[in-house]
């Protein structure tokens, strides 16, 4: 990586001495760089970032959960895709292979006593092919459950309804839940009716192995009960049946579904033929540290008529429209953009495109890209943060004669409105009839001279004058 990096800068050099290459990089006027990059080269950059996905996972056995032959290329394809000339194709990989390469390494902790008995207890419970084999409650015998001689000793929990008894259980992690099954034979199954399923990996202390095959087995057994979710929580890492488990959400009717992969990882990639978003029931969907490609959303928009909440946090999205007639709430925070994106959301209440700092800088800076986002239909939005510093948030005026902007009532945007001698903070303010409240959060980073400090005073005095407005500015 080293010496293309060198060999690059050294010919770059010496091509704009000569007068043969433009400032982006372009060695002939209409030639696009990708065409004179060589596949020998792209193929290496592929192994050498294979090479540090393996590195990081540092067991070569617990590579089996996840197909590093996949993601090692969709990583290379994406960078090669944004990367507006060679040298910013190289810079990029580099910033990808440090991130992995330099970051805390992934410890497998094996052998942890808790972990092997809630794997085992669920295993005996049902195995892989779904008949129960040694099962918890073959081993309670009818005459087990007696009342004892002791009247302090007596079972009384046991004796509960059921009802009852399942929601005691609803209120414990998915590990202490399993484990009631050996209390009585009353307990054993009643786990499987809770329609909470909170499954996170770091209970099992990152031990992917065992996770898979808890969470594997545990799906299989609830699928005895053949009763609908509520909720379906998961926190993972590198494991790519990750997809099948969230579909297996989607098909029991999953009303929410919160998906997380692990922070320090590649940003997860939902595979459309794993996982199908068709769903008449799915309501609320929020993601973390995923991609949302363009055939999922093309499913969130056209067949998940129910969806109204969505959220995506730290996500790559490749997908250039959002378009649900039934969403009310959008969340766009800490996220890259690989293209730009249009918003056509006529339901919407809230929309906030943010970014909160809070996200890896090298994961972020490598895949980091100029977008636009314009907003097509917002008539109903009655709160709009749109404090983005990366990319620039236009609308479509339409044709007409009711403002864009009528229910709008809070209104807080970053310092791109003020670019163009503030021409885009005007037109929010002209297409809010109902705005009550401005905040605008200036980056200082910026080059704020006076005369556009005076200028923003200026601007903000007519916004002032504008009646019940109320203006505040927040620096980062």
Known sequence: MEALLYLWAHRQLKLKRTGAMDEL??????????????????????HDIWFNLQKKLLTTASTTLVDLQKVAPRIEERIYAIAFDFGDYLRRISLRKDDLEYSRPIVQL??????HQQDQLIQAEGNVQGKPSSSISDQVSPDSHKDPSNPCEVDRISDLPNDLIRHIISSLSMQEAVRTSVLSHRWVDQWAFVRFIDLDIDWFHKDREQFSSFVDNLLLRRDHVNLPMDTFQLHSFAIDRASSWIDHAIKHNAQVIRFAEYK?????????????????????????NAVLGT?????LNNSCPALQNLLLVHCLIETQAISSSSLKNLGIIDCSL?????????????????????????????????????????????????????????????AWEHPLFQNLTSLRLG??????????????????????????????????????M??????????????GVEVDVKWY
Request: aromatic letters at 8%.
């Open 295 to 299: 055939i999922v959303s093309d499913q």
């Open 338 to 398: 690989l293209k730009d994106l249009s918003i056509w959301t006529p339901s919407l209440v809230s929309l906030h495109i943010e970014d909160r700092g809070h996200g890896d800088s090298l994961l972020r800076t490598s895949y980091q890209i100029t977008s636009a986002v314009t907003l097509i239909d917002a008539s109903n939005v009655t709160s709009m943060d749109l404090t983005a510093y990366v990319r620039q948030v236009t609308f479509v005026e339409q």
């Open 415 to 452: 310092g791109w409105c003020l670019d163009n001698k503030y021409s885009l903070l005007r037109r929010y303010i002209q297409h809010s009839p109902k705005l009550k409240k401005v905040t605008l959060k200036p980056d200082m980073d910026e080059d704020w001279g006076y005369h556009r």
């Open 264 to 288: 320090r990882w590649e940003p997860f990639y939902l595979d459309p033929e794993l996982a199908v978003f068709s769903s008449q029931h799915l309501k609320t969907l929020e993601l973390s």
């Open 110 to 115: 094996n052998n942890f006593l808790g972990v």
């Open 25 to 46: 990089g372009v060695i002939e006027e209409g030639v696009d760089w990708r065409t004179r990059l060589a596949q020998d080269i792209r193929d290496g950059m592929i």
């Open 454 to 467: 005076l200028n923003l005073e200026l601007v903000l005095n007519g916004i002032n004058m504008v009646p």
